[in-house]
């Protein structure tokens, strides 16, 4: 059964059951970085990420794998 997550009143996202939305904290861990990074690229616009009413920031875990191969890619390439 999907879930659907209410991010403000005009969009909702369909979660699989096995999939809910990580806090900042728990992102950060995921991809091995500190909170504050995290922080700064959702500032930036250069992570994938969800409002949650308003503040609270979640992360997609599928959306983070794309991004984690992705920065693997350019830390490789730099």
Sequence with gaps: MN???LLDPNESVVL??????LTVREAAKY???SPQS??????R???????V?????RF????LETFRA?????MENA
């Design 45 to 51: 616009k250069q992570i994938p990420h969800l409002r």
């Design 70 to 74: 992705s920065f693997k890619q350019e």
């Design 60 to 63: 997609l875990k599928s959306d």
């Design 38 to 43: 995290v922080y700064l690229w959702v500032e």
């Design 16 to 21: 699989h059951p096995e999939e809910y939305p």
């Design 3 to 5: 879930q659907r997550l």
């Design 31 to 33: 991809l091995g970085v």
């Design 53 to 57: 009413m308003g503040r609270n920031i």
